[in-house]
């Protein structure tokens, strides 16, 4: 019993160590780095980037599929352009500083216009709310929308001139 024990695991180690390089840098590209809402902002403030605040309930299956299939193939994007920050809609405890007001997490949903979940708010790196929207996006919709936000076009064109 020892003895299969034991080549189960040599067994085990040298396919770990057979496997390719390129998986450990697959498997770490999918790594996301969330913040709480006033690290993101100062994160922001110091790096220029935008913040994406992800809303999201406990109880919600579509805030969930997003955190586990959108955003982890979207990781490449999100993770060079974007801090990251994720607020739950129904944490009334957990409180945050935003624009000079103290806010639950709840009342923080409600002051950046969230009326449904899953949402996805966009914020200037000045700390300055952009727009949102609502429901559930796979990831070659919200590409483009990423792509809009992080090269700054939102500032001189629509969103539909950009998508042209």
């Given at each position: 019993?020892?003895?299969h024990f034991k080549i189960i695991t040599f067994t085990a180690v040298l396919l770990l160590?057979?496997?390719p390089d390129n998986s450990l840098a697959q498997a770490q590209k999918k790594d996301l780095h969330w913040n709480s809402f006033e690290e993101a902002i100062h994160i922001a403030d110091s790096t220029g980037k935008h913040i994406l605040v992800d809303i999201w309930a406990p109880w919600c299956g579509w805030c969930h599929k997003m955190k586990t299939e959108t955003y982890p193939q979207l990781?490449?994007?999100l993770n060079k352009n974007f801090v990251l920050s994720r607020l739950n809609r129904d944490d009334h405890q957990t409180t945050y500083r935003y624009n000079g007001?103290?806010?639950t997490s709840f009342k923080l949903t409600q002051n950046l216009k969230i009326e449904r979940i899953p949402a996805i708010v966009f914020i200037t790196s000045e700390g300055e709310y952009l727009f949102h929207?609502?429901?559930y996006k796979n990831?070659?919709?919200?590409?483009?929308?990423l792509r809009y936000i992080s090269s700054g076009?939102?500032?001189k064109q629509s969103f539909?001139?950009?998508?042209q």
């Open positions: 019993m020892i003895y160590l057979w496997l990781s490449e994007v007001q103290t806010y929207f609502s429901g990831s070659k919709t919200l590409r483009p929308i076009a939102y500032r539909s001139h950009f998508q």
